[in-house]
């Protein structure tokens, strides 16, 4: 995969190629650029070194995800230094922020922006959107898309009929009420004007068409893809394109394409006609060694371990001996959920599938693998001395009933690279059982195959993705992979009673004794904090008035990811 550094390498080649072709190349970045990583999570301030990498890409348009918004202090880091980096490029149209020196509420970033392209004199009115988000610090304020939109600012701003094109970029899903709503505000006002939207926060690649002048791309997840959207035939300066008149003089709708380009240095190096020696810039290799040094800095390539087999989050049914989630539920979860002055107490321990974000491999793991897998600082809270009549319901629960109850957020469950919304929306229910396959896209291997004609070509597993527009988006061809549902949580039971029986006597005329796990009477709930909300709403379902006053901290400092990697170092010992 290439790193930031080859992307802006990929930046500069590509706008060498357009500059002498004359035509115009912009770069979207539509959020989440925070966690999940170890650039980003395993330094001190969070994201020390990040923020100076980003900025060396030049993005023509940036917007905020979900992601920058859990706690004050990244999206303080936002306002403070990621706004002015991109220097007015940063838009905020929903988003609003305390500004941490004066205590007013303020926009986090201009609300939209209107400038020309360098090489043809496109006008383009651009606008940066997060979707309905209510997740966030108490310093931000989202406000809903469907009450902007109708804001005297917004509307002013989409009258303006010296436009070519509308850009939106949002961290907002493509088919959704909230881009369905700023569709249907600026089509109320400009009728044939096209708009290209980009979309986020669904890990997915995909694509929407909203009417033959308005379409939409999405771009993957965890910058495994970069999106390219192609667009010919828009007027230029107020003046008609010379492709875009019918034969009658009326004007034809522009042409829309999508790509989805594999993250890796041989696309970069096919798309730009170059070699290793000549496609990178001096920026990109001085960015890459940025990121070189930022990771020596952090020691991120320090050995916990070395893993034995490989470890899929969707990849493997759960239950199976190659799930993630197995492996947490059976190894992991009853070692290291412990409280010292309750050790001896039975407990229930309940995690969200959506607290790991990426399998893990057969091989070395690292401190850079443990933010990988698991970058989030959510600790563990528990409620003592649950009926276990009760308790044992709620895994249940937190994976049919409430999700049907509440709005319950996509971070709860671990998600699938899936290729469409209604399946996105499937996935969220319960896995059948025995598990049933699904055939879905992900990236396996950085090896691609380019795209060919013989049936012969050996393909590496990766995405084969089903749009709106079809199955030939994918840039490389790939084997698909099969995917599985897996549930929102998953719970381990632990330090259980246990229960003797005689068996039959063998042939040699003696008993076996077998021993099981016993129901005991109350248990220790304990919990990721996270899932809190949604299990004291499962508890109430039960007819129980527990609340948030009787919940206490568990294990108290300690994180699910601090806690992954010690088990690694304690079980999986050895150099790889």
């Known amino acids: 995969m290439g790193d930031w550094g080859d992307y802006v390498s990929l930046a500069e080649r590509l706008h060498e190629k357009v500059d002498a072709e004359g035509v115009d190349l912009l770069l979207i970045d539509t959020g989440d650029r925070i966690e999940g990583n170890g650039l980003y999570d395993a330094s001190n301030p969070k994201g020390k070194y990040t923020g100076d990498i980003i900025k060396e890409q030049d993005i023509d348009v940036i917007c905020t995800g979900n992601h920058e918004l859990y706690h004050k202090s990244s999206s303080d880091n936002e306002y403070l230094a990621t706004v002015p980096n991109f220097h007015?490029?940063?838009?905020?149209?929903?988003?609003?922020?305390?500004?941490?020196?004066?205590?007013?509420?303020?926009?986090?970033?201009?609300?939209?922006?209107?400038?020309?392209?360098?090489?043809?004199?496109?006008?383009?009115?651009?606008?940066?959107?997060?979707?309905?988000?209510?997740?966030?610090?108490?310093?931000?304020?989202?406000?809903?898309?469907?009450?902007?939109?109708?804001?005297?600012?917004?509307?002013?701003?989409?009258?303006?009929?010296?436009?070519?094109?509308?850009?939106?970029?949002?961290?907002?899903?493509?088919?959704?009420?909230?881009?369905?709503?700023?569709?249907?505000?600026i089509r109320q006002v400009q009728w044939d004007t096209p708009i290209q939207f980009f979309g986020g926060h669904t890990h997915i690649r995909d694509y929407f068409k909203y009417d033959s002048k308005a379409y939409g791309l999405e771009s993957g997840r965890y910058m495994e893809t970069i999106g390219f959207m192609s667009i010919t035939g828009l007027s230029t300066g107020g003046k008609p394109s010379t492709q875009s008149s019918n034969i009658d003089g009326t004007l034809a709708a522009p042409k829309f394409a999508r790509r989805y380009i594999d993250n890796n240095l041989f696309s970069f190096r096919h798309h730009t006609s170059l070699n290793s020696t000549t496609f990178p810039t001096p920026h990109g290799r001085n960015v890459s060694a940025m990121i070189a040094s930022a990771r020596k800095d952090l020691k991120l390539d320090h050995q916990f371990g070395c893993v034995p087999q490989d470890f899929w989050t969707n990849r493997a049914p759960f239950p199976h001996k190659q799930s993630i989630f197995s492996w947490l539920q059976q190894e992991v979860l009853p070692d290291i959920v412990s409280e010292p002055a309750r050790k001896d107490i039975p407990r229930l321990a309940i995690v969200n599938t959506g607290g790991i974000r990426f399998d893990i491999f057969k091989g070395p793991f690292t401190i850079g693998t443990t933010y990988t897998v698991s970058p989030f600082t959510s600790q563990f809270r528990y409620i003592k001395n649950i009926p276990f009549a009760i308790a044992k319901q709620l895994t249940r629960i937190l994976n049919q009933e409430v999700p049907q109850m509440l709005d319950v957020p996509s971070d709860l469950a671990v998600r699938m690279p899936v290729s469409s919304k209604s399946q996105a929306a499937a996935f969220a229910a319960p896995p059948p059982s025995p598990p049933e396959a699904l055939e879905h896209p992900h990236l396996g291997s950085a090896s691609q195959i380019p795209l060919s004609d013989s049936d012969d070509t050996v393909l590496t597993p990766g995405y084969t993705t089903h749009d709106a527009g079809g199955q030939d988006g994918d840039d490389t061809l790939h084997e698909p992979v099969k995917f599985y549902r897996v549930p929102n949580v998953i719970e381990a039971r632990i330090a259980f009673p246990t229960s003797s029986v005689l068996a039959a006597g063998s042939a040699e005329g003696e008993g076996v004794v077998l021993t099981a796990a016993s129901e005991p009477e109350t248990v220790d709930v304990v919990y990721i904090d996270f899932v809190e909300r949604y299990l004291l709403l499962a508890l109430k379902f039960l007819g129980t008035g527990y609340e948030v006053g009787d919940t206490e901290p568990y294990m108290e400092g300690r994180s699910l990811t601090g806690l992954i990697s010690e088990w690694v170092e304690g079980n999986w010992k050895g150099d790889c």
């Open 88 to 185: 007015g490029n940063y838009l905020a149209s929903n988003l609003d922020i305390l500004d941490p020196n004066t205590g007013e509420r303020v926009p986090l970033a201009p609300r939209y922006k209107k400038f020309t392209t360098k090489n043809q004199g496109i006008r383009i009115l651009a606008f940066g959107f997060l979707f309905d988000f209510t997740g966030n610090a108490n310093n931000t304020f989202v406000e809903a898309v469907e009450k902007t939109v109708q804001q005297a600012w917004f509307l002013e701003a989409i009258h303006d009929r010296e436009v070519d094109l509308f850009l939106i970029a949002g961290h907002v899903l493509l088919d959704s009420p909230e881009y369905h709503a700023i569709f249907r505000a």
